[in-house]
Antibody
Framework: QVQLVESGGGLVKPGGSLRLSCAAS????????MSWIRQAPGKGLEWVSY????????YYADSVKGRFTISRDNAKNSLYLQMNSLRAEDTAVYYC??????????????WGQGTLVTVSS | DIVMTQTPLSLSVTPGQPASISCKSS???????????LYWYLQKPGQSPQLLIY???NRFSGVPDRFSGSGSGTDFTLKISRVEAEDVGVYYC?????????FGQGTKVEIK
């Protein structure tokens, strides 16, 4: 079955860096776009970034552009989010999610359990 | 960015009664390919969000048929024909016609 497992969250000081990982299994990872979506404590969902199946197309929300870098390693079935210059407002649970399936029309049909990033001094 | 506005923001429903959530977008979600890129997700307490409805009205695999989606252009509705205890949580609409994808604020559904 499809599984997405995030890791790498934790407590970091403002201005610091963190790298999140998402290990995928149960599907052909290299066939799918992937996204990161976050949720600040007690708040709603915010889409952060996506990467195409080959890694050639990438998009970021304005709130993270220039600070976050999404990448993937299809040989390792893994998705990453490098987060630099972290701010208090980046504090959130970060989810990886399988992006649009061009055959079925599904979008975000599978989500990881999330990893908490806390930015605080 | 496209703004998604949900109403109401909270809903208290008696089991077995219907519930309805509205979602309005600031721009039409109808693409030139004929598809309308509006989705509904449910986040149950303590869980990750889960896909309920894709492209306005299509139920995702395993979603009970008491859930239905409708609408067009900029106005959309999620209906639960008979609310059950397991339906509690926060419901989000989301658009994907334009980047960035944007979510509604969420509608919290609880049981009376």
């Amino acid at each position: 079955q499809v599984q997405l497992v995030e890791s790498g969250g934790g407590l970091v000081k403002p201005g610091g860096s963190l790298r999140l990982s998402c290990a995928a299994s149960g599907f052909t990872f290299s066939d799918y776009y992937m996204s990161w979506i976050r949720q600040a404590p007690g708040k709603g969902l915010e889409w952060v970034s996506y990467i195409s199946s080959s890694g050639s197309t990438i998009y970021y929300a304005d709130s993270v552009k220039g600070r976050f870098t999404i990448s993937r390693d299809n040989a390792k079935n893994s998705l990453y989010l490098q987060m630099n210059s972290l701010r208090a407002e980046d504090t959130a649970v970060y989810y990886c999610a399988r992006d649009y399936d061009f055959w079925s029309g599904y979008l975000f049909d599978y989500w990881g359990q999330g990893t908490l990033v806390t930015v605080s001094s | 960015d496209i703004v998604m506005t949900q109403t109401p923001l909270s809903l208290s429903v008696t089991p077995g009664q219907p519930a309805s959530i509205s979602c309005k977008s600031s721009q039409s979600l109808l693409h030139s390919d004929g598809k309308t890129y509006l989705y509904w997700y449910l986040q149950k307490p303590g869980q990750s969000p889960q896909l309920l409805i894709y492209e306005v009205s299509n139920r995702f695999s395993g979603v009970p048929d008491r859930f239905s989606g409708s609408g067009s252009g900029t106005d959309f509705t999620l209906k639960i024909s008979r609310v059950e205890a397991e339906d509690v949580g926060v419901y989000y609409c989301m658009q994907s016609i334009q980047l960035p994808r944007t979510f509604g604020q969420g509608t919290k559904v609880e049981i009376k």
